[in-house]
């Protein structure tokens, strides 16, 4: 998560307070702090924290050009009106003027890459490390599903036409990453939950789209993202959003979520389908249904559970964890299975829990994993 002070100076720098300069000093000192801390705690691979994006969607969004943005488009944070009511789902209107993929824009012009945000944010992070840096970027299926495609038909032909363009500028960003060392690359795939949640189904409906047909352009896609970088590691994370908010009866942090809906319909597809090394998967609630859709899971391809929630201060146990782990045994051999949160910690617009709750999380995580993988 963010500390209260990189926080207070995106603040100032989205309402014309703080300079680019300023906004660049405080993120490099919030992310040697939370390496340095990461190596503290004994994680094996590190990260930046995120620490210059103001959502995770700016992988892709701040490295290109030719999405039509409102200006002063981050103000949209100051502004935006989530459902609040805990332990709901919180309803986002994506139509609403504000960033590119955060909310669904039209283009003005073809996409085209301007500057490879994930790969700066990976030259300054293993400078300062001592251990190996995972950068993320976001999957096209998610980019797609918040691309206005009826709005820019004189652009794109359709989302066939798009979607190229989408997986030849990543596919230049992650050879640059490779380029420059990086051996861990995460895709962030939020989307693919969308076609198991009938609310999200039926808006793709609305707009003319066939959900099989999108569910199908992105799996290609995101392999042919990956393709052909032997010696690279890629993990996709799958989840149903990190939204949070604060009871208000309780003053604790609770959960809310954007998707709805097990793995189940479409694990068969998804998990044979998808090329990745690593599945990084939701698992700390109800909401993601049973371990049975890792049966679909092939060899040779490693899940993590994402078992400790961010949603909560609740600190799980370590014989609460080996049990779900040796349910999961069930349908995988434990050397096919890792340990993770189910989400990230941070976001600049949501509640998050305190610094030390989520150390307390990591180092339970940590704990775990040796009892369990030695």
Known sequence: MRPAKLREVFVRHDRGEATDEEL?????????????????HNLPVLTDGEFRRHNFQESFSASVAGFAVPQNAYRYYDQQEINKTPLERAEQDFNAAGPAIVTRRPVTDRLRLVRNIPLEEYRFSQSVAKRPVKVTLISPDRISQRFAWEQSQPVYKGLDDFVDDVVSIERRMVRELVDAGCRYIQID???YTAYV??????????RGEDPDENLARSIKADNAIIEGFPGVTFGIHVCRGNARTIDPKTGKLVAQWHR???????????????????????????????????RFVPKGKLVVLGLITTKSADLETVDGLRR??????????????????????????NKVLSEDEQWQKLDRMMETARQVWG
């Open 24 to 40: 660049r000093q405080a993120q490099d000192e919030a992310i040697r702090d939370v390496i340095a801390k990461q190596e503290a």
């Open 189 to 191: 795939a939020p989307g």
């Open 197 to 206: 949640d009938p609310i999200s189904l039926e808006r793709m409906r609305s």
């Open 260 to 294: 709805e809906g097990h793995y189940e319909a479409i694990a068969g597809r998804l998990f044979n389908g998808l090329n990745h090394h690593r599945l990084l998967l939701e698992y700390d609630s109800e909401r993601a249904g049973s371990f049975d859709p890792l």
């Open 324 to 349: 779900r782990i040796d349910e999961a045994t069930r349908y995988l051999p434990i050397e096919q299975l890792a340990l993770s949160p189910q989400c990230g910690f941070g976001g600049l617009s």
